[in-house]
C-alpha cells in the first residue's frame, strides 16, 4: 500500500502529496517519473517525482487536476493509500559541472524542475532559475527555488505577481546579455517547452526538455509513448522523459496529445455526475 502521509494544496488546482514508497525513494533519481493509480480498476498517471526523503521512505508528487483521474486523485488525503505506484522510470537527469545552467519551470513544471536544480546546484553549477505561471494563485515553490538557485526570476503572464512576462522573455534577455550558458533545462507545457527550446536555437545552447506524451505501461512495450526525436521514433518512458529540445518534433507531440481529448472531456462529465449524484444520495 502506498499511504498518503502529506498533503498540500499549492493552488486551487495543483495538489502535492508525500507518499510511503520506500523502495522506490530509495532508487530514484531526479528526472524519472512513477505511474500511479487512484483505484485497482483505475486509470495509470505518470507523474514526476518531485522530491524524496530516503530516509523516511517517502516521495513528494505535485500534480494538477486537468482531467477524470487527477480529479479522482485530488479527492484523496492523509491516511488514504493509492492503489499502485510503480517506478522510478525513465532515466535520470544527466547531472554534471556544466557551468551556468538556467532552469525554466512552467506552471505544474516547477515541481520537477526543483530537484534537477538542487542536484546541478550541489554538482557545483552557477544555477539560474525562471519560474512562471499564468497568474499569481497558480505559482508556488518561489521560497523552495531561491534555496537552490542563485538568481531566481518569477514571472506571471497576468502580470498579478512579480514580473509580467511569459518565461521565455527572461530567457531570451540572458540568451541575449552576452553571459555564457552552458545549458537550460524547460520542464511544463509542450507549448513552453516548445517556445524555450525555439528562444535558445539560435545562440546554440543544449536545451533539455522533459516530454510529456500520452503513456500507458511505461515500460517500453506498448509504444503509446512515442516521440519524433532527430527524426527518429523514441518511446518516451524508456528513453526519455529528457530530450534534447531543438530536436523533438512538437508539432507532433501536440498533436498526439490532443487524439483521445473527446474520450477525456466525455470522462470528466461522467465523473462529475457521478459526483454530484452521489452528493444527492447523502444530502
Ligand atoms: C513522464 C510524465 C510526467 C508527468 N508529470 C506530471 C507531473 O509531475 N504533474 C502533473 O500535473 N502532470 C504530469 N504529467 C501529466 C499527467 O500525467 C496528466 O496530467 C494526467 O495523466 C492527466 O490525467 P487525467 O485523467 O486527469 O486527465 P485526462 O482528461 O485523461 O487528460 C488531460 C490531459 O492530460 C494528458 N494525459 C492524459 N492521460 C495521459 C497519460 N496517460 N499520459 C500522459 N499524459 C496524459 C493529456 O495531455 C490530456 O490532454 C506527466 C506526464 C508524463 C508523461
Ligand atoms: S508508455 Fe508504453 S512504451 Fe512507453
Redesign the pocket.
Known amino acids: 500500500m502506498y499511504r498518503i502521509t502529506a498533503r498540500e494544496d499549492l493552488a486551487p488546482v495543483t495538489k502535492l502529496f508525500v507518499v510511503e514508497a520506500p523502495e522506490v525513494a530509495r532508487k530514484c533519481k531526479s528526472g524519472q517519473?512513477v505511474i500511479v493509480r487512484v483505484s485497482e480498476h483505475g486509470?495509470?498517471?505518470?507523474?514526476?517525482i518531485?522530491d524524496y526523503d530516503r530516509q523516511r521512505g517517502e516521495l513528494t508528487?505535485?500534480?494538477?487536476?486537468?482531467?477524470?483521474?487527477?480529479?479522482e486523485l485530488s479527492t484523496l488525503g492523509v491516511g488514504d493509500s493509492l492503489a499502485s505506484l510503480t517506478g522510478p522510470l525513465?532515466l535520470p537527469t544527466e547531472i554534471e559541472k556544466y557551468g551556468t545552467v538556467v532552469m525554466v519551470g512552467g506552471g505544474?513544471g516547477i515541481?520537477?524542475i526543483f530537484p534537477i536544480a538542487r542536484d546541478l546546484k550541489e554538482a557545483g553549477n552557477y544555477v539560474i532559475g525562471i519560474i512562471g505561471a499564468r497568474t499569481r494563485e497558480l505559482l508556488f515553490w518561489e521560497d523552495r527555488m531561491r534555496t537552490v538557485t542563485d538568481e531566481l526570476i518569477v514571472c506571471t503572464d497576468d502580470g498579478s505577481y512579480a514580473r509580467k512576462a511569459l518565461v521565455t522573455e527572461p530567457l531570451k534577455e540572458l540568451c541575449q546579455s552576452g553571459r555564457t550558458i552552458h545549458r537550460v533545462w524547460g520542464i511544463g507545457p509542450a507549448i513552453m517547452m516548445k517556445f524555450v527550446s525555439l528562444t535558445t536555437k539560435p545562440f546554440g545552447i543544449q536545451t533539455i526538455v522533459?516530454l510529456?506524451?500520452?503513456?500507458?505501461d511505461g515500460t517500453g512495450m506498448c509504444g503509446a509513448?512515442r516521440v519524433v526525436v532527430g527524426g527518429r521514433t523514441r518511446f518516451?518512458c524508456v528513453h526519455g522523459?529528457e530530450f534534447d529540445g531543438h530536436e523533438v518534433d512538437w508539432d507532433l507531440l501536440m498533436a498526439r496529445?490532443?487524439i483521445?481529448?473527446d474520450k477525456?472531456k466525455l470522462?470528466?462529465e461522467r465523473y462529475q455526475q457521478l459526483c454530484e449524484a452521489h452528493r444527492e444520495t447523502v444530502h
Open positions: 517519473f486509470e495509470r498517471v505518470p507523474l514526476t518531485a508528487i505535485v500534480f494538477q487536476v486537468v482531467g477524470k483521474t487527477t480529479a525513465g505544474v515541481a520537477p522533459s510529456n506524451s500520452i503513456m500507458v509513448c518516451c522523459p496529445q490532443r483521445y481529448l477525456e470522462a470528466l
